[in-house]
């Protein structure tokens, strides 16, 4: 049981590291004026209600156009990005935000997937263990289940009937 | 006349269909020969039938026939010829009949490939493929007609029917509203067309699985049958994807090529699973193991290649409201549960029957490794099922839906793709049955300290950040392992042969066509990977504000605005087109010409990017805004995309491999009876 653990835990690590990393590297506004770099970084974790699936930073219409002078008004305000982002939530709903939010039902998109991993890999496991031969026993012996006869023909049979 | 006689043609090939799925199904029952002939003449004929209507549809396109409804919501006087013949496929009517067409066209090859060979399964196999057959022409039938006519009624509103509607005129617009701009490219001769047949090819293996079900036979058989239908379907499955994020990166002016949208998750579902099964068959025709497993991956393709067709077709992505008001959209749901369930009962029903013939020897060995490797493309493609998905069910669930962007994705699935690329380094080295440790381990030594040479290096060259480390290090492993294999096989050949190292080489790849073509396919996503590592983790952006003549800054880059033209094209474009230098150490390396369209009728603008490639790296300007009269400058958004065009030449080594892999080969059949002949005995 004990590599099971192991496998199953190393992913569930991988996981909770690949999960945890952008958390650290969101910086607060830096000082000086708003350039638009300063506007995409913000605009490229949001996406508008009516083009769907174009993130904001790249968005050419004119409605978009106007959510990036919006981000630009807040940041020159000194906002912060999370500000700017909580503002845009209160305004058009958690659905302009690119990365779902951990609230309320959402907090399931981030939930089942490293679950049905564990599950994937726990019933993988109990296949491997169910099916491996006992520790003691040797291992390359042929399982005496397998009647050799029958399979070769079978086998012959069916490439037989496959060629010719 | 045309519209009456392609959808005459569509009826009796929708009758055609479920008179051959009811005439074999009764013909296996009852033993009758003479009635499974009629039934495959009757499938048979639904080729030339559905080839008729998505002619008669293609010349009604082709001569500008904007009284049909389909006709004139896809094409325009203005459009090329060629974009109103691919017009076939850009609407959701027409490409529901082209996804008939193809599917006729296989059921017809298969039936006339295969019928000697495999007459046990063919009754069957005409069920099911008639059934799928049966579904879609029968959408095309009854709601989402292609052929149908605009008429106005009393009240002024528009309706499109087959039949003149009681008090109804005739319409006859004068042009039509045109394809939707974002289609209007040269992508769309090759790229719709390649994931239909992805799509549909998978429908044989499907075919032939239940086919064993139902006939009860446990043997792998029906893997063998269709292994060259399922690689040459995921083929061009993965050809479809590959050049669908080509398009998007030339067209949709983003700066990459993937963007987890859902439709573009849509079709790589049925591409993980059905790599995984790929995979998988080798452990049933090897050792005869998971047989089960083997069924359920075949099952799930299935099911995902429809729900895929639903997703990009249903208009359910936008909204779960969609769902109600499209009428297609229940029938899709209904048809998915209902073939997943009987597959799934047909499954059941042969559980037992279905035991492996062999247990595991040792839980090092090939075995596991495969199964690890499915464990991964299943993980994938749950977290991928799962966030297509979401939006949906928060939706139903809280009246509010979000969206699941690629943040998600690269977080959720990277650790996991990470794993797989590496996977892929070490388990063609782990023998079947039973590997020794030791054994494995000299042979991953000097890749594996050929990966930290790598890494050491580009830590010298400066690389900090750890996740590309661990990318291009596990792709040295993987590069290190399997060009090793490549080496260690030829060296064997000319010790045994004395061959030249070249004839070694040549004649060792095509005796074991379908290992060295696996190979291959293993070096192409290694090639990808570094392309994919490359532009994810490096990729560095700017936008700023020039007047003419000044300039912006990027990495090694300048970029200068030389001027601006704005100017109308004839297909009714409103078009500025920017003129930048690009500068590379201060030297002149390329002019670009960055646009934005305009499409007047539609008012839908797109951002055509300008691209200077290498296989360095791609310079990728776009023109974000103007002032009208070009004196105060344009506002441009610059990318530079390290190794992206990686990805590219990795996807033309990916097509080399499946060839390799695919290619049908007369004197492997012969040795493999050999083999069975000569191993018999040993068994005995």
Redesign the interface.
């Known amino acids: 049981m004990r590599?099971g653990f192991v496998l199953v835990s190393a992913?569930l690590v991988?996981?909770l590291?690949?999960?945890a990393?952008?958390a650290a590297a969101q910086g607060a506004t830096p000082p000086g004026p708003v350039?638009?770099?300063d506007?995409?970084r913000v605009a490229k974790?949001l996406?508008c209600p009516v083009c769907?699936?174009?993130?904001l930073d790249?968005c050419?219409?004119q409605a978009c156009?106007q959510w990036r002078a919006t981000i630009r008004e807040k940041l020159e305000a000194g906002w912060t990005e999370q500000q700017i982002l909580d503002y845009f939530v209160t305004q058009y709903?958690?659905?302009?935000?690119?990365?779902?939010?951990t609230r309320?039902?959402?907090i399931?998109?981030?939930i089942?997937?490293p679950v049905?991993?564990a599950a994937?890999?726990f019933f993988?496991w109990r296949?491997?263990k169910s099916?491996?031969?006992a520790k003691s026993g040797a291992?390359?012996a042929v399982?005496a289940n397998?009647p050799?006869?029958d399979?070769?023909t079978?086998?012959?049979e069916?490439?037989l009937?496959?060629?010719f | 006349m045309l519209a009456n006689l392609g959808y005459f043609a569509l009826v009796i090939a929708l009758a055609a269909a479920v008179y051959a799925a009811v005439m074999a199904g009764l013909a296996a029952d009852r033993h009758k020969p003479a009635w499974l002939a009629s039934a495959r003449h009757a499938a048979l004929l639904t080729w030339p039938l559905t080839t008729l209507a998505c002619l008669a549809l293609i010349a009604l396109l082709l001569t500008d026939q904007y009284q049909l409804e389909y006709v004139h919501s896809v094409t325009s006087r203005a459009m090329p010829l060629y974009l109103k013949v691919t017009a076939l496929w850009g609407g959701q009517a027409g490409s529901l009949l082209f996804w008939s067409w193809l599917m006729s066209t296989f059921t017809g090859a298969a039936l006339l490939r295969k019928w000697d060979r495999d007459r046990a399964f063919m009754p069957f196999v005409i069920v099911v493929m008639m059934i799928t057959l049966g579904f879609f022409i029968g959408l095309v039938v009854f709601f989402e007609n292609p052929f149908v006519r605009l008429w106005q009624v009393a009240n002024g509103e528009v309706v499109g029917s087959m039949l003149a509607p009681a008090g109804g005129l005739a319409l006859l617009p004068a042009d039509g509203r045109g394809l939707n701009p974002l289609l209007r490219h040269p992508g769309m001769i090759v790229h719709p067309p390649m994931l239909y047949i992805g799509f549909v090819s998978f429908v044989v293996p499907y075919a032939f699985a239940m086919a064993a079900l139902i006939t009860r036979r446990a043997d792998d058989e029906w893997i063998r049958t269709t292994r060259r239908w399922t690689l040459v379907g995921w083929l061009f499955l993965s050809l479809g994807l590959i050049m669908g994020g080509r398009w998007a990166y030339d067209v949709l002016g983003w700066g990459g090529y993937w963007g987890w949208d859902p439709v573009e998750n849509a079709a790589f579902l049925p591409w993980l699973t059905a790599t995984a099964f790929l995979h998988s068959v080798m452990i049933q025709e090897k050792r005869g193991m998971l047989k089960k497993w083997n069924m359920v991956l075949i099952i799930l393709t299935y099911a995902l290649v429809i729900f895929g067709t639903f997703l990009t077709r249903s208009g359910v992505l936008s909204s779960v409201h969609a769902f109600a008001q499209s009428a297609i959209g229940p029938s899709f749901f209904a048809f998915i549960a209902l073939t997943f369930v009987a597959s799934m009962y047909l499954l059941f029903r042969e559980w037992d029957h279905l035991r492996g013939e062999r247990q595991l020897d040792s839980l090092l060995s090939r075995e596991t490794a495969f199964l690890l490797n499915n464990l991964l493309f299943l993980g994938i493609a749950a977290v991928v099922f799962w966030g297509t998905v979401f939006p949906m069910i928060s939706e139903l669930a809280t009246g509010q839906t979000i969206t699941v962007g690629p943040p998600f994705y690269n977080q959720a699935t990277g650790p996991l793709f990470a794993a797989l690329v590496f996977l892929m380094g070490v388990a063609p080295l782990v023998a079947w049955r039973q590997a020794s440790a030791r054994q494995l381990g000299r042979l991953l030594r000097v890749p594996f300290v050929g990966a930290l040479l790598v890494v050491a290096g580009l830590m010298l060259a400066g690389i900090r950040n750890w996740g590309a480390l661990l990318g291009f290090g596990i792709s040295a492993f993987v590069a290190l392992t399997t060009l090793f294999e490549f080496w260690r096989g030829t060296r064997a050949r000319m010790r045994a042969t004395g061959e030249k190292p070249l004839a070694a080489f040549v004649t060792l790849i095509g005796r074991n066509r379908r290992r060295y073509g696996g190979y291959t396919i293993h070096l192409a996503v290694v090639i990808m990977t570094i392309g994919i590592v490359g532009s994810n983790f490096f990729q560095i952006e700017t936008q700023g504000q020039l007047k003419p003549g000044e300039q912006l800054t990027l990495g090694r880059y300048v970029v200068t605005f030389d001027g601006l033209d704005e100017f109308f094209t004839e297909d009714g474009r409103q078009v500025a087109r920017a003129t930048v230098s690009v500068y590379r150490d201060g030297r002149f390396i390329s002019q670009l010409h960055p646009r934005r369209d305009f499409y007047v009728d539609s008012g839908q603008p797109m951002t055509i990017p300008g691209v200077r490639s290498t296989i360095e790296d791609d310079v990728y300007v776009l023109l974000v805004t103007w002032e009208p009269l070009a004196a105060n400058g344009a506002t441009f958004k610059i990318y530079v995309n390290p190794l992206v065009n990686w990805v590219w030449a990795g996807g033309g080594v990916f097509i080399l491999g499946t060839l390799v892999a695919a290619w049908p080969d007369a004197a492997e059949a012969r040795r493999r009876l050999a083999a069975a002949v000569a191993a018999a005995p040993a068994r005995l």
């Open positions: 590599k992913l991988v996981w590291a690949a999960r990393a952008p350039t638009d770099d506007v995409n974790l996406y769907e699936n174009i993130p790249v050419p219409t156009i709903g958690e659905r302009v935000l690119a990365r779902p939010s309320g039902i959402n399931l998109v981030w089942i997937p049905v991993l994937g890999a993988l296949y491997l099916m491996a031969p291992a390359l399982p397998e050799p006869t399979e070769y079978r086998r012959l069916q490439e009937k496959r060629r």
